[in-house]
């Protein structure tokens, strides 16, 4: 199954139109599409505005294939159950976020075992096509990497105001 979500705070029309037209040629009937509040209703897709979290939790359990936002809460989930995750970013330009920062948030995943970028609609389509061959990575830890703190501990060690001490 694949499963989309656009995330909680605003539709992502252009990846849900992206995926219903996929799927107009396609015919997969094992496809669902959380779309947002007010967000586009595709015409093949089985879909939902909105997903309580235990309903999202059983959705997300049982896909094969992630389709989402460049949000980081699904693409972490996504990580930790071991499921390809294709990621298309909002772009500000087309009103689709307040700024870019979800570029940047794929920037950094380029590479990333199991993350599967799709830059624009096209991307997205050609993803789409290789769905059945995608590969997902290893599970991935709930807790941050031993780099990730030595760097914040030392950013804080440096960064403390004058007279300010650790405790």
């Not at 896909?63 to 989930?77: N, P, Q, R």
């Not at 307040?98 to 570029?103: T, W």
């Not at 380029?110 to 997205?124: C, F, M, S, T």
């Not at 780099?147 to 007279?163: E, H, M, Q, R, Y």
Request: glycine share 8%.
């Amino acid at each position: 199954m694949i499963f989309a979500t656009v995330g909680t705070q605003l539709p992502f029309d252009r990846m849900i139109k992206t995926l219903d037209k996929w799927n107009k040629k396609q015919e997969v009937r094992d496809c669902f599409a959380q779309v947002g509040l007010g967000g586009y209703s595709p015409s093949t897709l089985e879909f939902s505005e909105t997903l309580k979290p235990s309903q999202f939790a059983k959705r997300i359990a049982n896909c094969k294939v992630i389709v989402s936002h460049a949000g980081m809460g699904t693409i972490l989930t996504g990580l930790q159950l071991a499921k390809p995750i294709i990621v298309m970013p909002r772009l500000s330009s087309l009103g689709e976020h307040r700024n870019d920062h979800q570029l940047a948030t794929v920037e950094n995943l380029r590479g990333i075992n199991g993350v599967h970028i799709a830059d624009n609609e096209q991307g997205l389509m050609t993803a789409l096509d290789h769905v059945q061959t995608l590969k997902a990575g290893g599970s991935f830890s709930r807790f941050a990497q031993a780099s990730l703190l030595d760097a914040i501990s030392n950013f804080v060690d440096t960064s403390t105001p004058k007279g300010w001490r650790h405790v």
